[in-house]
């Protein structure tokens, strides 16, 4: 779907995966007006298709856009683009256990020109890609290595917005947390270096027994859908959840007098992650004991029942696209 300046959204039209061609002077190449969202279409046991909260991702698209100075795709033509596509490539949709159908909508700048300004046309465009289950042969913990030297949002920037310049940004971190042995980077926020955000592709979440809380959305962190529906599957689930400030201290001491008992991230890709070990310039830990929880698991379930339509869908998530 293309928009232009005093045209608004028009030409939408489903086409063969192809490559793009670019001008040289796209802006897009240039200035990096760029953003995208990934959600994911579950078979359900009846044979049908759901995918899960896109009016979630569609509203995160457009606060994104806000951000981006790009215009807003109407939440209704956002998710008529997805279902347009899932039932085109219905064939494509996995049909074991967790496996699903992964959509990466997103939008960018098409307009030609050197200028440092919001360009005047842009492309929406959705594309898919068959997903299996994240972990083969079982859950397996993550360890993750806390970035001290390189920040991936600021106050006032653009960590709240799902855009291509956070992801580059935060690939020289992701090598030294690779180079540590690590496998995924853990951000701290950008002015005290001192309290967690999120991972380099999910949100985390910290468990003291039956009391669960995740980073609070400090603005530079993104609001993650999985994070959002866990708050609510583990209210209903009986935990006290909150969403407060958690820093490295509170995280290696709790880990020491034993009150903190799992770490997880969460988000489309992996649905939830256990938080195994962690390591930084100053000190190296193995979170409890370094094995999948059972308040992680209990929760991975819960959720990803709810996806694959094996347990009731009590906050209406699922978005059903008929057989
Ligand atoms: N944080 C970042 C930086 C991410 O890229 C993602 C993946 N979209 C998440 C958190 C988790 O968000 P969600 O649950 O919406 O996938």
Known sequence: ???????????????????????????????????????????????????????ANAERFRTSARRLAMPELPVETFIAACDTLVKQDRAWVPSEGEASLYLRPFMFATEVGLGVRPANEYLFLV????AGAYFSGGVKPVSVWLSEEYVRAAPGGTGAA????????????????????CDQV????????RWIEEMGGMNLYFVYG???VTPELSGSLLPGITRDSLLSIATDLGYEVAEGRISVDD????????????????GTA???????????TRADWTVADGEPGEVTMRLRTALLDI???????PHGWMHPLGA
């Open 210 to 212: 039956n009391r669960i």
């Open 251 to 266: 995280w290696k001491r709790g880990n020491e007098d034993g009150s903190l008992t799992e770490v997880f991230a969460c």
């Open 162 to 181: 799902k855009t291509g310049g956070n992801y580059a940004a935060s690939l020289v971190a992701q090598a030294q947390a690779i180079e540590h042995g």
């Open 1 to 55: 779907i293309r928009w232009t300046e005093g045209r608004g959204w028009h030409d939408a039209q489903l086409v063969p995966y192809a490559p793009l061609s670019l001008d040289p002077a796209n802006m897009t190449l240039h200035y990096a007006q760029t953003i995208f969202e990934g959600l994911k279409a579950y078979l359900q046991p009846d044979g049908s298709v759901a995918t899960f909260r896109p009016e």
């Open 127 to 130: 594309i898919a890609s068959p």
């Open 307 to 313: 996806q694959t339509g094996r347990a009731a869908d």
């Open 186 to 193: 853990v951000w701290l926020d950008a002015i005290e270096r």
């Open 270 to 280: 992996a649905v939830i992650t256990p938080v195994g070990s962690v390591k930084s």
